[in-house]
């Protein structure tokens, strides 16, 4: 794996990976962000239906946690989670959690960390942790770490969060040189925060730019937990190159749509677009009596009434299928009516539109139109 920057401008990195997979054979462009999937399989999509998608990333991202209580039968099957899973041809990175799932915590301890499957907790010493790593054989993984401090957590904690991180790590690295399975594989070790009160979150981009001048320029820098336009905006300012994308998986989940525009170069059909269909403040972001408190200025509520009639794609000038083919008027029907499609259809949307926004970025970094950018983004009045 080789990282090749073509352009940093105020600690924002515009690059690509490259020689990426055992062939090394792929590429990253950066700023960029994974596949997200949840036990191998992207949420809602057969492989076939997300492989008519253009431009997805070459990296996908499964969670151990989703696996570890696998680990026999991988062991067995002896050829690893893409064969196992039917991937096409991509880049495997395996993380600790799936950081869109809500987990127990305070069940870590100096020698193991714990992992939530179907089955319960599972606890992972770093021995058995590299061991299911050799029976998953990703190309890229995380190495082992405690990464559990809640909001309450004191700074002693997060110190000790910090140790067993450490050492966690030291016995990843002797163990991945003994395995022959993970030959050629790449290991991603942990920066370890906490999330002390008066540190987070008013100054989480202050302290991750901090960690980035600290890191090596030659090796990419991968943010997990973090999704929301504005925040990632802000990340990739702070010197991030790699996102998750449970993102647009969330928002699915919510019945919504990801409705912010990225476009800062409109087109003439496009802007008469804009103009003949307005969206109001309330569209964007507005809040349920089911889910009031989760839903971001970047989506639209497509269980509201107001969408019984609303004949209009879901973003003007969207190239998904969904925008092509259906209305917000159909997606309401399916959503009251609890029908799978709704989630097919809102999750080829969303994943389109969040990857759409990628290529943006990169581009507005490209142009030096960083700003410009960000105020499309954040923009709260015009069309969408």
Known sequence: ????????????????????????????????????????????????TLHTLPHLPPVTQISLDSLAEHQEVLEEFGEGVAKFAGLHDTVLFCSLHDLATPRPSGYNTNKTVSVWGSGGRIELSAARYMALQAAIRPDWYQSLADGETPPSASRKRAR????????????????????????????????????????????????????????????????????????????VEAG??????????????????????????????SAVLERNGPQSDGERGAKTQDDPEQMTPFEMNLKDKRYRDDFRPLVAGCECYCCRHHQRAYLHHLLVTNE?????????HNLTHYCGFFRALRGALESGRLQALRRRILQREGGV
Do not use: W
């Open 340 to 348: 799978l499609l709704a989630g097919v259809l809102l999750m080829l």
């Open 160 to 235: 000790k969060a910090v140790d067993r991180t450490l050492t966690h790590l030291d016995e990843c690295l002797s163990l991945h040189h003994q395995t022959q399975e993970l030959r050629g594989a790449e290991i991603f070790g942990v920066v370890e925060g906490g999330d002390v009160l008066e540190e987070r979150p008013e100054l989480r981009c202050q302290l991750i730019a901090g960690v980035t001048k600290e890191l090596p320029e030659d090796k990419p820098r991968l943010l997990l937990g973090v999704g929301c336009p504005d925040e990632v905006l802000a990340c």
């Open 1 to 48: 794996m080789r990282l090749e920057l073509s352009r940093v401008v105020q600690g924002c990195r515009r690059g690509v990976l490259t020689g990426l997979g055992r062939s090394g054979g792929h590429s990253l462009e950066l700023p960029g962000c994974l596949l997200y999937t949840r036990c191998a399989s992207v949420p809602h999509l057969t492989h076939d």
């Open 240 to 269: 991030v190159d790699l996102f998750e994308s449970s993102f647009p998986f969330q928002v699915t989940e919510r019945g919504c749509a990801l409705c912010f525009s990225f476009n800062i170069e409109p087109d003439p059909e």
